[in-house]
């Protein structure tokens, strides 16, 4: 069965980066996009872009561009988001998608001083 | 950007009774190519990630209960629960995946009265 496991909750220190994992089993890694959707505490969801886990390319919100940078391992069938120049307002839940169906379990990033 | 806009925000509903939510586009999320409204609902409880309910708007995913049900076309979409159970207690949003940045709904939560 098709499963997205996120790396740990982490606690950063404003302006640090962060590097959130997504490993992906059950389907064949490379036929699909994987998108990156956060969701601050109490709020609602917000997409952050998408990677073609084939070639590599991206297409990143606006909102995140300069600031995010999405890659993949297909050696290890995982996908990745790293942050920079985290800020409080940072603090949310960070998801790896694929499709609109299977989602991971979430990862919490904390930004804090 | 499509916007996405849900109303009510909350609503309160006795067990047994209709829940109505609605979302409306601020562009149209058909492709004519395929005639399919790229327009998904989702369920969240807390400390979870969204479960995919619906998709091409009205199209039930696999195991979801028939009390659930999309309709709606252009820019105009409904999520109706025939008769609420206590475990669809949740928050429902609604989501287009027709352009980027794809785009959520604020989110409506849903009660028991």
């Known amino acids: 069965q098709v499963q997205l496991v996120q790396s740990g909750a982490e606690v950063k220190k404003p302006g640090a980066s962060v590097k959130v994992s997504c490993k992906a089993s059950?389907?064949?890694?490379?036929?699909?996009?994987i998108h990156w959707v956060r969701q601050a505490p109490g709020q609602g969801l917000e997409w952050m872009g998408w990677?073609?886990?084939?070639?590599?390319?991206?297409n990143v919100a606006q909102k995140f561009q300069g600031r995010v940078a999405m890659t993949r391992d297909t050696s290890i069938n995982t996908a990745y988001m790293e942050l920079n120049r985290l800020r409080s307002d940072d603090t949310a839940v960070y998801y790896c998608?694929?499709?609109?169906?299977?989602w991971g379990q979430g990862t919490l990033v904390t930004v804090s001083s | 950007d499509i916007v996405m806009t849900q109303s009510p925000d909350s609503l309160a509903v006795s067990l047994g009774e209709r829940a109505t939510i609605n979302c409306k586009s601020s562009?149209?999320?058909?492709?004519?190519?395929?005639?399919?409204?790229?327009l998904a609902w989702y369920q969240q409880k807390p400390g979870q990630p969204p479960k995919l309910l619906i998709y091409?708007?009205?199209t039930r995913e696999s195991g979801v209960p028939d009390r659930f049900r999309g309709s709606g076309s252009g820019t105009d979409f409904t999520l109706t629960i025939s008769s609420l159970q206590a475990e669809d207690v949740a928050v429902y949003y609604c989501?287009?995946?027709?352009?980027?940045?794809?785009?959520f709904g604020q989110g409506t939560k849903v009660e028991i009265k």
């Open positions: 562009q149209s999320v058909l492709y004519s190519s395929n005639n399919k409204e790229y």
């Open positions: 998608v694929r499709g609109e169906t299977y």
């Open positions: 091409w708007a009205s």
């Open positions: 059950g389907y064949t890694f490379t036929d699909y996009y």
């Open positions: 989501h287009q995946y027709h352009s980027t940045p794809r785009t």
């Open positions: 990677i073609n886990c084939n070639s590599g390319g991206t």
